[in-house]
């Protein structure tokens, strides 16, 4: 009887630890699975946000802005801002072209290549107690150029190493030595070539291109072109009095002509009655 309870107790005690065993693996399935779930979903989400920040970051982007202020303040305004640039107040920048047209119709134009942070504060600038009459974003996106450029240099760096250890060896002649160093030249000269191009669009990347356009209102537009035109009436006056004088002398010998043909035609119809 004894032995019957230790053997049905002795069960017992290894169904409960089976029981707890299963439990607990299966405890650490649904946690293992669970992580294992979550994993891709974040490794996804990290990718999609890095595809997101490689797209913005092969953006080129180019700006324009129209500023409309008085006349006499165009040329100032322009130099304000041209000053600004070269002293990188809102960061690294440098002038690429600058031009002021003055007279009755005057007008200035700035463009500059600028950090990305400081073109709303150079616009904010040049564009104070002023208005801004237009405005323009441009974007190019420079994916496909970057990766074709970082290719072709990988090739031609791989290019360049084989090249050098062939030049390590001693058993070359001298045409096959001529011929190798010619082909050294030519292939670090297109290396040189692919980094410029890659550090040029590496620049457009990480700086943006602004153009300031200043301009005088339109009602002093049109007062300037009248004012311009008061301005030309005697010489004007002077110019279509000329032409009438060349116009009159050049007609003067045809209208003789004229005259004495008709003189002519006159004369003969006169003399036909009597002579009938």
């Given at each position: 009887?004894?032995?019957?309870?230790?053997?049905?107790?002795?069960?017992?005690?290894?169904?409960?630890?089976?029981?707890?065993?299963?439990?607990?693996?299966?405890?650490?399935?649904?946690?293992?699975?669970?992580?294992?779930?979550?994993?891709?979903?974040?490794?996804?989400?990290?990718?999609?946000?890095?595809?997101a920040d490689?797209?913005?970051?092969?953006?080129?982007?180019?700006?324009?802005?129209?500023?409309?202020?008085?006349?006499?303040?165009?040329?100032?305004?322009?130099?304000?801002?041209?000053?600004?640039?070269?002293?990188?107040?809102?960061?690294?920048?440098?002038?690429?072209?600058?031009?002021?047209?003055?007279?009755?119709?005057?007008?200035?134009?700035?463009?500059?290549r600028i950090?990305?942070?400081?073109?709303?504060?150079?616009?904010?600038?040049?564009?104070?107690?002023?208005?801004?009459?237009?405005?323009?974003?441009?974007?190019?996106?420079?994916?496909?150029?970057?990766?074709?450029?970082?290719?072709?240099?990988?090739?031609?760096?791989?290019?360049?190493?084989?090249?050098?250890?062939?030049?390590?060896?001693?058993?070359?002649?001298?045409?096959?030595?001529?011929a190798l160093?010619?082909?050294?030249?030519?292939?670090?000269?297109?290396?040189?070539?692919?980094?410029?191009?890659?550090?040029?669009?590496?620049?457009?990347?990480?700086?943006?291109?602004?153009?300031?356009?200043?301009?005088?209102?339109?009602?002093?537009?049109?007062?300037?072109?009248?004012?311009?035109?008061?301005?030309?009436?005697?010489?004007?006056?002077?110019?279509?009095?000329?032409?009438?004088?060349?116009?009159?002398?050049?007609?003067?010998?045809?209208?003789?002509?004229?005259?004495?043909?008709?003189?002519?035609?006159?004369?003969?119809?006169?003399?036909?009655?009597?002579?009938?």
């Open positions: 009887m004894t032995q019957a309870i230790m053997r049905w107790a002795g069960a017992g005690v290894v169904a409960l630890a089976l029981a707890g065993c299963s439990e607990k693996a299966a405890q650490e399935y649904a946690a293992g699975s669970a992580g294992f779930a979550a994993a891709p979903a974040t490794d996804a989400a990290a990718r999609a946000g890095n595809s490689d797209m913005r970051a092969m953006l080129a982007y180019e700006h324009e802005a129209g500023i409309v202020l008085p006349a006499d303040e165009i040329a100032p305004r322009m130099q304000a801002a041209k000053v600004a640039c070269e002293d990188g107040r809102f960061g690294a920048c440098v002038v690429l072209d600058a031009r002021v047209q003055s007279g009755d119709r005057p007008s200035a134009s700035l463009g500059m950090v990305p942070a400081g073109v709303e504060p150079m616009i904010a600038l040049a564009g104070q107690d002023a208005r801004v009459g237009s405005r323009s974003t441009h974007a190019e996106d420079l994916a496909v150029q970057v990766r074709d450029n970082a290719l072709v240099q990988e090739r031609l760096r791989n290019e360049l190493a084989r090249l050098q250890e062939f030049q390590q060896r001693r058993d070359l002649a001298v045409a096959d030595m001529i160093s010619q082909q050294l030249a030519e292939t670090q000269a297109q290396l040189d070539a692919a980094e410029r191009e890659g550090a040029q669009h590496r620049r457009r990347i990480d700086t943006q291109k602004l153009t300031l356009d200043f301009r005088a209102p339109a009602g002093e537009s049109g007062r300037s072109e009248i004012g311009e035109a008061l301005r030309d009436f005697t010489g004007t006056l002077s110019v279509g009095a000329a032409w009438t004088i060349r116009a009159l002398a050049f007609l003067l010998p045809l209208a003789v002509v004229v005259w004495i043909v008709v003189a002519l035609v006159r004369r003969i119809r006169r003399r036909r009655p009597r002579a009938t």
